[in-house]
């Protein structure tokens, strides 16, 4: 079993629809949880973070963890056809001294906005 | 604002061979790490560094070797490559002071093995 599962998809939404992503993780350790959106050939962007649970609003977009339930979700609004795009989410340990971070990605959901 | 470089942007090499490819940071950022991506896959944790000295390591083959230089570009060197080197390299840089996911990617190199 991985550690971060992720629907891929894909998904097909038409403009204006309300998008739910979501991911599950069985790692206790991941304290840090992120989104970033990936359009083709392209790298992978940083969208939104939380740190442990509760929800984090930025515009259309809102990010929920639910650590209890090791369930993470990303919500878009009023979707438009530049959502159109890879969303993976990455998930990470607390901090650990060493400077550096080694994220653990999902497989990434595959989203398509209609116009 | 300037971005995560890397070169370069696609790599054609048959088996055997040996690959190297760079990345350059955001200025500043003073680390570095890297991730493969194969096709339909999500992104694997190679290696990374910090202030030029290896900080984690991930699901990095032995044929393969990294390291950070004193500009902190770093290069990734592979050796004796194989038809599942196939494969999206991106490159990411952060600064360690800031939020530990605040990783910028770059555009990756595509490198095909044959």
């Known amino acids: 079993q991985k550690e971060v599962e992720q629907d891929p998809g894909p998904l097909s939404v038409p403009e204006g629809a309300i998008v739910s992503l979501n991911c599950t993780y069985s790692?206790?350790?991941?304290?840090?949880f992120m989104w970033y959106r990936q359009y083709s050939r392209k790298g992978p962007e940083l969208l939104m973070y939380?740190?442990?649970?509760g929800n984090k609003e930025d515009g259309r977009f809102t990010a929920q963890v639910d650590k209890s339930s090791k369930y993470i979700s990303l919500f878009i609004r009023d979707s438009q056809p530049s959502d159109s795009a890879t969303y993976l989410c990455?998930?990470?340990?607390?901090?650990?001294?060493?400077?550096?971070?080694?994220?653990?990605f999902g497989k990434g959901t595959k989203l398509s906005v209609i116009p | 604002a300037a971005g995560v470089i890397q070169s370069p942007r696609h790599l054609i090499k048959e088996k055997r061979e040996t690959a190297t490819l760079k990345c350059y940071p955001i200025?500043?950022?003073?680390?570095v790490y890297w991730y493969q991506q194969g096709p339909g896959q999500d992104p694997q944790f190679l290696i990374s560094?910090?202030?030029?000295?290896?900080?984690d390591k991930g699901s990095i083959p032995d044929r393969f070797s990294a390291q950070q230089f004193s500009d902190y570009h770093s290069e990734l060197n592979m050796s004796s490559l194989e038809l599942g080197d196939s494969a999206l390299y991106f490159c990411?840089?952060?600064?360690?002071?800031?939020?530990?996911?605040?990783?910028?990617f770059g555009p990756g190199t595509r490198l095909t093995v044959t």
């Open positions: 990411a840089s952060s600064l360690s002071s800031r939020f530990v996911g605040e990783q910028y």
């Open positions: 790692n206790s350790a991941f304290q840090y």
């Open positions: 939380t740190y442990s649970s």
């Open positions: 990455a998930m990470s340990p607390a901090y650990s001294g060493a400077g550096s971070y080694q994220l653990t």
């Open positions: 200025p500043r950022h003073d680390t």
């Open positions: 560094f910090y202030e030029k000295m290896q900080s």
